[in-house]
């Protein structure tokens, strides 16, 4: 087995074995919780930027499969676990983690102590690495790379170039909605088409008007990488979107998006939300629900305007927002997942939140 190795910022080096490409990725080492669902994770674009450690120690037990792809490619830069299985077995495999990692280009690393590299990212907080296989091995100015990187034009990088639209899959098509992609799970258009929604997926820098010039119903508003602040040209837009009246649902940074776009403000967490676990209160039915995450910013629930908004979701191990409503205006947002892909899918009732929006701009229950 080759060598490979991982060089934290820190000056903290782990040595493993190679899984998947051969060569050298800088990135920001994050972790992520979840005991399954590694497929969904690789191919989710709000992973650009990021090598992600999973805390599970077996990963690629069942393999991959063409369908619980997330988006058109693997996303991440580098991929870390304990012990990458060598032989999936599972009906639906038709590739092993191995081959889907050589196939995609992403440098994998096994065999290390994924606990320490975990407590390390949490007590320091997430930190830059240079992930390399052996015969990579990183020059001095590569090492300097590393620890100056940053992920920015992150939304630009994983945005679709053209719209494309996605009939309903429910017996009768109830609404059209217009799906704004940041870097969109591709199971949130599953679940609107289920639920009699037409989704035009758009481009993220679509022009307000024409989103509404388009005869939509909803706008929803995607999960996606990188920095919110960053994304000033949506954010400007999105104060247009709201002043419409139309119903808007924003998902993670959707979510991030809409808060600022009203004032509110984001930080960059210390180790972030990732995983399947995490409970989350809706405040408002007074219920907690477990609740898939990705995230490493987060919303400053004290920064929410209260004569616009109000924090409709808190988490319950740290008492981080994760959820907006707005007062006026038919929009609401959640920083988790309810699309799940992975996860526990308690919250999909948000979606049917969504489609009653809809139904109520029209009259009532299409
Ligand atoms: N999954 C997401 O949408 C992530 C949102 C944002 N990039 C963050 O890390 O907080």
């Given at each position: 087995m080759k060598k490979a190795y991982l060089l934290?910022?820190?000056?903290?080096?782990?040595?493993?074995?190679?899984?998947?490409?051969?060569?050298?990725?800088?990135?920001?080492?994050v972790f992520n919780t979840g005991m399954a669902g590694y497929q969904e994770v690789l191919t989710d674009p709000s992973y650009y930027g990021q090598s992600v450690c999973m805390t599970y120690p077996l990963i690629g037990n069942y393999g991959l499969n063409a369908e619980d792809f997330?988006?058109?490619?693997?996303?991440?830069?580098?991929?870390?676990?304990?012990e990458a299985c060598a032989y999936p077995s599972n009906w639906r495999c038709d590739r092993s983690l191995d081959e889907y990692l050589k196939s995609e280009g992403i440098v994998g690393l096994a065999g290390i102590d994924t606990r320490r590299l975990t407590r390390i990212l949490r007590n320091s907080g997430v930190m830059n690495g240079i992930l390399y296989s052996e015969g990579y091995e990183?020059?001095?100015?590569?090492?300097?790379?590393?620890k100056a990187y940053k992920v920015t034009n992150a939304v630009k990088t994983v945005t679709i170039s053209e719209p494309k639209v996605y009939p309903t899959t429910a017996e009768t098509q109830k609404h059209r909605v217009a799906l704004l992609d940041f870097g969109v799970k591709r199971n949130i258009r599953r679940e609107l088409c289920a639920r009699g929604c037409e989704v035009t997926v758009?481009?993220?820098?679509?022009?307000?008007?024409?989103?509404?010039?388009?005869?939509?119903?909803?706008?929803?508003?995607?999960?996606?990488?990188?920095?919110?602040?960053?994304?000033?040209?949506?954010?400007?837009n999105l104060k247009v979107l709201i002043k419409s009246g139309m119903p808007i649902f924003g998902i993670c940074l959707g979510h991030q998006l809409l808060a600022l776009s009203i004032g509110a403000q984001t930080k960059k967490m210390t180790f972030g939300h990732r995983g399947v676990n995490h409970p989350v209160k809706d405040?408002?039915?007074?219920?907690?629900?477990?609740?898939?995450?990705?995230?490493?910013?987060?919303?400053?629930?004290e920064t929410v305007n209260p004569d616009i908004a109000r924090v409709s979701h808190i988490n319950i191990n740290d008492n981080t927002c994760e959820g907006i409503e707005h007062l006026h205006a038919p929009i609401f947002t959640v920083q988790y997942h309810p699309e799940v892909k992975p996860g526990p899918e308690d919250t999909a009732y948000l979606f049917d939140q969504f489609i009653a929006l809809m139904d109520e701009k029209k009259g009532g229950a299409q």
């Open positions: 934290l910022a820190d000056g903290t080096l782990f040595e493993g074995v190679s899984v998947g490409a051969e060569g050298a990725s800088i990135a920001e080492i997330e988006s058109r490619k693997c996303w991440v830069s580098g991929f870390i676990m304990r990183p020059t001095k100015q590569q090492i300097a790379e590393m758009l481009p993220a820098y679509t022009k307000p008007e024409d989103i509404l010039n388009g005869g939509y119903d909803g706008i929803m508003l995607s999960n996606g990488p990188g920095d919110p602040q960053e994304n000033t040209e949506i954010i400007e405040l408002a039915h007074d219920r907690t629900y477990i609740t898939s995450q990705n995230h490493g910013y987060a919303v400053l629930g």
